[in-house]
């Protein structure tokens, strides 16, 4: 059984600042693996709102170097590394978190880059195993160019995460077949934002598969997405999946292949 839980719905800039939805990014558990994907904005704050240890998390994932997605990463290798006295752990990024680019400068520190105990700098369609899963980089257009999504096959089904993009024809092929979708959707129907989703490229892209998700979360939601309730039965009517949006609190239960959600109290 695998427990994805979400630490925040929200994304953009405004979202950082305002903390309305929350821009933790989300937790991956297992059995054996604990996993923080884009740890943004107060993403301490939210695992302490909602009882999650930050000691027990055994990989990072940071997609791409806009605080949105990284701010929290340096603190949880201090937690991956027990307060950096320990050499381990897993951090995964791009090239743009991890060694910078000409746009940006790095996300995560060389010295806390050190004390990890494995280090991967993924480009679109690398894969790497972690704990007998495999994870595949995708492709993505973002305003940070080397941004990448990934799918990952686990032994309950496959998940798959857009990160940042705009619509682009690879985000079928990629995602297609995928058990559980977590879709970043910053704006409502048409409402397009270069280097985003909004709901009907969501729409496209769901309907232009041959096999679809059996869940669609929508995640890393703008400002001006002001009732995700809403816009989530706008989208589940279009594709005729059930759709979610994320929020502080939401957990989703992956067991064979199948998923359910619930919410924690906190």
């Known amino acids: 059984m695998i427990e994805i839980v979400f630490l925040g719905g929200g994304g953009g800039r405004w ?7 929350g821009t933790g990014g989300f937790r991956i558990h297992s059995e054996n693996m604990n996993m923080h994907v ?12 909602l009882q999650i240890n930050p000691w027990k998390t055994d990989a990072i994932i940071a997609t791409h170097c806009h605080p949105d997605h990284y701010t929290d990463a340096e603190c949880l290798v201090e937690a991956m590394t027990k307060g950096m006295t320990k050499k381990q752990g897993i951090l995964i990024g791009n090239n743009s ?5 000409s746009r940006f400068e790095k996300g995560i520190s060389t010295y ?4 990890v105990g494995e280090r991967y700098v993924l480009a679109p369609y690398d894969k790497i195993n972690i704990n007998n899963w495999e994870l595949t980089a995708t492709k993505t257009k973002h305003n940070d160019p080397e941004t990448m999504g990934f799918k990952m096959e686990t032994e309950d089904g496959l998940i798959g995460y857009t990160s940042d993009s705009e619509y682009i024809d690879s985000l079928i092929e990629d995602f297609d077949g995928v058990d559980f979708l977590i879709a970043n ?3 409502v129907k ?8 909004c709901s009907n ?4 892209v769901i309907n232009s598969m041959n096999k679809k998700p059996k869940m669609l979360i929508m995640y890393h939601m703008g400002m001006k997405m002001t009732d995700p309730d809403s816009e989530a039965r706008y989208i589940s009517e279009k594709i005729d999946i059930p759709v979610v949006p994320a929020k502080i609190g939401l957990k ?3 067991e064979n292949k199948t998923c359910k959600f619930e919410y924690i109290n906190y």
């Open 97 to 101: 978190v991890l060694n910078g680019n």
């Open 185 to 187: 959707v910053i704006r």
């Open 112 to 115: 806390h880059q050190s004390r």
């Open 15 to 21: 979202e950082s600042i305002t903390q309305v939805k």
């Open 201 to 204: 490229d969501i729409i496209e």
């Open 190 to 197: 048409g409402q397009k934002v270069p280097g985003h989703m």
């Open 38 to 49: 884009d740890p943004g904005t107060g993403a301490l704050v939210r695992m302490n709102q």
């Open 252 to 254: 989703v239960i992956l």
